[in-house]
C-alpha cells in the first residue's frame, strides 16, 4: 500500500511511511501501528496501539506517558508498559491548579482504610432549643473522610424554654458506636458552680450534654444545668460520623 511522503523539500509517495519533516520528523510505521515524533532524526516519543489500548510516551530513558484503558488512564514507562508506584503527577515547582473528582482518593494504598470520600468546610448553629435568644451562636466544622471536628461558640441573651444541659444542631449524626468527648476551652456566667466544665456528643444523634464536676462535694453530673441568661460556653469535639 502506498503512503503519501510529504518533506520540506516536496511530495511525493513511498511504500514505506509517512513523513513530515519540517523542524523534526513525524513517521507512521507502515503497519499503522506506531506514529513516532522524532526531534533531528532522533526519536522522542511514540503513539502506539498496545493490546488494543492507545498509548502515548515517551521514549527518552526514565520518561514515562499514559495508557488508555478500558478501567482508567494508567502511567506507563517509556516503552510504553504499564508501571505501578514509579510516576508523579506535577511536580512541587510545576503544580497542577485544581482536581475535580465525584468519587474518592486513595492515599498511601488501596485497601478501603485508605479511601477518601469526602473533605468539606463549612458552618453550623448551636442551639439549646425552645424560644430562647442568643447574643452569638457560630459554628464551624472541618470534615475528613468520616471524622468531624467541630467548634462552637455560643452566649444566651435570653434561655426561655431552652434546654438547659443540651446543645443540639451539630453538623452530621455521630455514629452508633461510642460517646465522643469534648472540651470547653471558655466558660462564664453558667447556671452550676462547677470545677470543671465538659460535654459528650450522644451516641447516633447530633446533640450534645453537658457535664462536670461541680463545687459541691466534687459531683460529676451528666447532664449539668449549664445554660441560663447570659451564659457563655466555647467548644471543641472531634467525632466520627457514618
Known sequence: MALTKITGEGIGTTSGDLTVDVAGDIILDADGA??????????????SNIASDLAIYSTTSGHTGVRFHDSGLFPTDNTGQIIDNDSNLGHPDY??????????VYLGGTGS?????????GTWTPSVGGNASYTTALGRYTKIG????????MTINVLGTGDVAAI???PFTHENIMVASGSISYFSG?????????FYVVNNSTTAYMTGITSA????????????????????????TS
Open 34 to 47: 506506531d506514529v513516532i515524533v522524532k526531534d533531528g532524526g532522533t526519536s522522542i516519543g511514540k503513539i
Open 95 to 104: 503544580r497542577f491548579k485544581d482536581l475535580y473528582l465525584s468519587g474518592g
Open 113 to 121: 482504610a485508605n479511601y477518601l470520600q469526602d473533605y468539606e468546610t
Open 146 to 153: 468520616n471524622h468531624v471536628l467541630a467548634q462552637f461558640d
Open 168 to 170: 443540639s444542631g451539630f
Open 190 to 198: 453558667v447556671a452550676s458552680n462547677v470545677y470543671y466544665l465538659s
Open 217 to 240: 462535694g466534687g459531683t460529676i453530673s451528666n447532664t449539668l444545668a449549664t445554660f441560663q441568661n447570659g451564659a457563655r460556653v466555647n467548644g471543641m469535639v472531634s467525632y466520627r
